[in-house]
């Protein structure tokens, strides 16, 4: 797996991270995916994000 590009954003109220791609063009529609808002995001920029699992892919 290699490096990918994202917008890091935190959620203050829910303490959750997450990361949406840069290729994902409206960044202004994002909120956070536990409380559905964008009151409390903290945007952290844009970073490469190692994934070293996707979602419904489990080892063997
Ligand atoms: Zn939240």
Do not use: K
Not at 8 to 21: H, I, K, Q, S, T
Not at 28 to 39: A, L, R, T
């Amino acid at each position: 797996m290699q490096g990918l590009e994202m917008h890091l954003y935190c959620c203050e109220d829910c303490n959750v991270l997450f990361g949406v791609e840069t290729a994902f063009e409206d960044q202004s529609v994002i909120v956070c995916p536990v409380c559905q808002s964008d009151e409390n995001l903290l945007d952290g920029g844009t970073g490469s994000v190692e994934i070293t699992r996707q979602p419904g892919v489990w080892d063997e």
